[in-house]
């Protein structure tokens, strides 16, 4: 069922995790999950549901993260805890949520406030622009570290965005990226200011607002429709993932990534 946009004293618990800002007509969802913005099964779910009815109420998105950190992508310790069912939801619910931001009828802007590894980087992937915050920051798809294969949706995505031979280099071998590097290979868009950030976000939707609505809408819908087809059909491939996860190879190697950030913990 559809959500709605909701300010942030009116959120529930879990919804306390994403903040609707307004610029106008472009509406800023900021991800505040501490320590690291980490996406939970009910962030996902919230996220997806937010995206979807800012597409009737708003003219375009900005998705921001906090400062330093835009989102450490799946929650491996939470998710680890989940029987096989509970995770079968969550693939189909992470899948609901890229296909939110890949068939969205208004332009949406990544704001990317400081490091995004894994998921944090796919999401971005699949809004229509990337900017990054300057800093010590990285990025890039860490799955193939932690024993995952890179889903096929998020491979197109990559090659359509990269070409092949630079999406091959850089999901095969789990590389991370600075700003700069992001940028040279046309990963993001942008590198900014940590400061002007979200108003360069924002900038960038007003200005899409600003054309003919009719033509721009069209053109847009033309040059993106590979892209909500690639959410037709996925019944195999969430098959393929969630064995994925649950090989000998991914569970040891997951479960020792739990184990460091265990150790981290104060």
Request: charged share 20%; aromatic share 4%.
């Amino acid at each position: 069922m559809r959500g709605v946009c909701k300010e942030k004293d009116e959120l529930n618990n879990e919804a306390l995790m994403i903040a609707s800002i307004e610029h106008g007509a472009v509406r800023e969802l900021h991800i505040n999950r501490p320590p690291a913005n980490a996406l939970s099964p009910e962030l996902i779910v919230e996220l997806r549901k937010n995206i979807q009815a800012c597409a009737t109420n708003a003219g375009a998105v900005v998705l921001s993260g906090v400062p330093g950190m835009f989102s450490a992508g799946l929650d491996v310790p939470l998710l680890l805890t989940l029987n096989r069912p509970k995770m079968n939801e969550v693939w189909r619910e992470f899948y609901a949520l890229l296909g939110s931001l890949a068939c969205s009828p208004i332009p949406i802007a990544a704001a990317i406030t400081g490091h995004a590894p894994a998921g944090g980087t796919v999401l971005p992937l699949f809004c229509d622009f990337r900017c990054m915050a300057e800093g010590n920051w990285k990025m890039g798809f860490t799955e193939v570290q932690v024993g995952l294969p890179l889903p096929p949706v998020i491979v197109a995505a990559l090659k359509r965005q990269l070409g092949a031979r630079q999406a091959e280099r850089l999901a095969a071998g789990g590389v991370l990226l600075s700003p700069a590097e992001a940028l040279n290979i046309g990963l993001i868009d942008e590198v900014v200011a940590a400061e002007k950030l979200v108003p360069r976000a924002v900038e960038w939707c007003e200005n899409m607002l600003k054309l003919p609505s009719k033509a721009m809408s069209e053109t847009r819908a033309k040059a993106r429709a590979d892209m909500p087809a690639l959410f037709e059909s996925l019944d195999s491939e969430m098959d393929a993932v969630a064995a994925s996860w649950w090989s000998e190879e991914a569970q040891r190697t997951l479960r020792a990534v739990a184990e460091r950030l265990a150790k981290k913990k104060p």
